[in-house]
């Protein structure tokens, strides 16, 4: 039957019913799944490299019963197609061999320190569920209509193939358990599947479970009333964080002795050029006090670490971030004095010598991961001149619908001193702040 899947190219592969075959289901792991492109994201973070990788895993999604596999690619509006190897004879030991070429190298890369150490651990457990599985793994040669190449790709790669064999483990349908004593007839055409038991904990046991949540809590409680003043520092104080300890203080005293510097020597500090059209003569010349010049700091913005930790991201001597709080698509652009613009249509270095858009979020495609905390970040190429940065809100589902503007913070980090922008952003509408680094 595998043979007969596609004598021609096809735009996905169905499991109907969650069934590949008469003696062979598949479950599509929901909990475990990663996005295909946030995890081949994941592995370029943390500099796995391979020429197959960007189209090498396809997305797998559910439609009711069914699973639907389609090759994922957000930068590109080709629609890929699917030949079994029996299909391309041909080709069919070339992309064994790319195959098993892309999977000893992500052997190699599990068994690394860079992925054991990384702090995604996701990305270490998803991948190990791979490896492991290897063997089960579908390749099939995907083919791109407008380069009219062929590539390795795999199906089957995010969940677990089942037989109803009973000498085997069960079965896995892709659909809901059935309490025991139910059964499912002839799905997909096949024998009776045999029912799968689920355990239910009894109301005595979430009674138990909040009685004993509620006296944890409790007991923290009174521990931190108890406890001196700056007992268990940053996680239980109720000091001031300058107190917790003399490191700290004279942390805290350093950056404010950094930030009265920079801010009475702006030689030292990035220029923003406001443009005017307003006559020479009619400009107030306003006298030094009364000057409003950016925000500029040592101090990052702790919400920005966070969401850069989150996603384990790159970091570079200049560097700029984008968040809002909304599950708007907004887009981080920004034009070097080279001239070279780096956006999500040509977002490495490479390609554009500006720098690499490293995190692109809430990208509008199916299957994207949309969150209401996003951040988009850019590592640049430092050099002198004229930065233009431009932040444009994208119309699409998560637009807010009344057409209320989205609040946002640039943060720009030059070599740690910091620079941050904000402002508002309607649907459809763009804005642009300019940057002058000496």
């Known amino acids: ?33 990663y996005n295909t492109d946030q995890f081949v994201a994941a592995l370029r973070a943390l500099e796995f490299k391979h020429e197959d990788l960007d189209l090498y895993f396809a997305q797998g999604n559910k439609d009711g019963n069914n699973i639907i596999w389609e090759i994922s690619d957000q930068h590109s509006n080709v ?11 041909n080709l069919a030991d070339g992309l064994r061999a790319r195959n098993t070429d892309i999977l000893t190298k992500l052997q190699d890369f599990y068994d690394g320190k860079k992925c054991q150490n990384s702090k995604n651990k996701k990305l270490a457990e998803v991948l190990g569920k791979i490896l492991k599985k290897k063997s089960e793994l579908k390749l099939y040669a995907g083919f791109d209509p407008q380069k009219k190449v062929y590539f390795p790709v795999i199906i089957a790669w995010a969940g677990s193939f089942k037989y109803n064999d009973t000498n085997k483990n069960g079965i896995l349908t892709g659909i809901d358990p059935i309490p025991a004593g139910d059964s499912l007839q002839g799905v997909g055409g096949g024998p009776d599947i045999i ?37 268990l520092g940053k996680y ?5 964080v300058t107190s917790v300890s003399t490191k700290a203080r004279e942390l805290y005293f350093d950056n404010l002795s950094k930030r009265l510097t920079i801010k009475n020597n702006l030689c030292l500090s990035p220029i923003v050029k ?26 990052t913005t ?10 384990d991201a790159n970091r570079s001597e200049l560097m700029v971030s984008l968040i809002w709080n909304t599950k708007e698509d907004l887009d981080l652009s920004i034009t070097c004095p080279s001239g070279g613009t780096v956006k999500h249509s040509n977002k490495t270095k490479q390609q554009n010598n500006c720098g690499d858009l490293d995190v692109d979020a809430n990208v509008n495609r199916k299957g994207i991961i949309i969150t209401d905390h996003p951040i988009e970040h850019i590592l640049l ?13 994208r119309k699409g589902a998560f637009s807010i619908k009344n057409g209320s503007p989205t609040s946002f913070l640039i943060e720009v980090n030059d070599f740690g001193k910091i620079t941050k922008f904000d402002g508002k952003l309607k649907p459809g509408r763009n804005t642009k702040f300019t940057l002058v680094r000496q």
């Open 1 to 33: 039957m595998m043979a007969d899947i596609m004598r021609k190219g096809q735009k996905q592969i169905r499991f109907n019913n969650g069934r590949l075959d008469e003696k062979t289901s598949f479950v599509l792991d929901v909990g475990d799944l």
């Open 79 to 89: 629609t890929f197609e699917f030949f079994s190897l029996d299909d391309r004879p």
């Open 195 to 231: 029912p799968i038991k689920t355990f239910y904990k009894s109301k005595s046991f979430w009674g138990l479970f909040i009685l004993w949540l509620l006296i944890f809590v409790l007991t923290l409680i009174i521990a931190f009333k108890l406890i001196p003043s700056c007992g």
């Open 236 to 240: 239980f104080s109720n000091c001031s």
């Open 274 to 299: 406001v443009e005017t059209s307003i006559p020479p003569e009619e400009i107030e010349v306003l006298p030094p006090e009364e000057i409003e010049v950016p925000e500029i700091t040592t101090s």
């Open 302 to 311: 702790p919400e920005i670490d966070e969401r850069l930790e989150e996603l």
């Open 381 to 393: 190429k430092p050099s002198s001149g004229t930065f233009e940065i431009e932040v444009k809100s």
